[in-house]
């Protein structure tokens, strides 16, 4: 009788030992070894205490005691083993990160200066109230040259010169890589009517003997205003407030006559650049083409050239880019080398 009560009572204690070892948390080094100092150790561990008990419970119970006994026991060598593990993968991976090694460099990207160039005339432009468009770079010869007042066999069309799609029979009909972005002058007035204040940024492409200063592609920016009242004056001012934001405050521009089939008069704008080591402290660089639309460019496209004026410019975005960067040779642009792009 006395010994069922005691086996009872064991029964119990087992019981909630396997409730502790199950919940009890082993999450360092020092946590392994209370736990089985706590419950595996073979002097003072409570599994061993468990056993020592076993001659006091009564005969009939021993066998049930001493199996449950042992059971506890492999949980708790169980769940030592199991909790060892988890604790050495863990540090294992941890030894595998070095955390003195200098990171990884992460190449950071930067804006092509020719980009970042053309942004920025952008900007200077939009501020003025000008309007970003765009065109083909596969251009028909019509719009290329013909609507801009080149007439077919004119010499003009030679300074021009560049690649074919698809030939021309009529001075007309030809398909081309256009050779500046004057062509979309044409696009945007077809499409729209006065008041127009837009630009046109754009590649361009040419049949040109490379050297630092040319290469077979390039980049511009058109201008085009026509409204009622547009003088030679707007178009001073708005290129000198343009040339005073891009280059700086004192900037020193010249307007030399020239001439272009689809502006009269035509000008074309040049930028003092200082250079000490150059006799006279500089020279000036020519930067853009412009002029005062060509009444006949206005009527091939059906604007009343009696009511409406207009400017037009087109510029070279490497011309400005190679000034504001003092770079020494256009083709550095195009090689993509990371010794150059990494500066900007
Ligand atoms: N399209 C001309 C060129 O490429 C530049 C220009 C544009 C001149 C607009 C006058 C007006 O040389």
Redesign the pocket.
Known sequence: MIGKIIGTRMIDTIEKLREEISRHAIDSQEALEEFRLRFLSKKQGEITALLKKIPTVAKEARREVGQQINELKRLAEERLEQARKQIHEGSGALAEIDLTLPGRPHPSGSIHPLTRTRYDIQRVFERMGFVVEEGPEIEDEWHNFTALNFPPDHPARDM?DTLFVEPSENGDDGVLLR????PV?IRVMEQQKPPIRVIVPGR?YRNEALSFKSYCLFH?V?GLVVAEGITFGDLKHDLHVFAKAIFHEDVRMRFRPSF?P??EP?AEVDIWWEDETLEGGGRWLEI????MVDPNVLEAVGIDSEKYTGY???MGIERIALIRYNIPDIRLFYENDFRFLDQF
């Open positions: 021009q050779t500046h972005t004057s002058q361009v511009q058109e272009f689809f502006t035509s853009l083409g412009s002029g037009a410019f087109g």
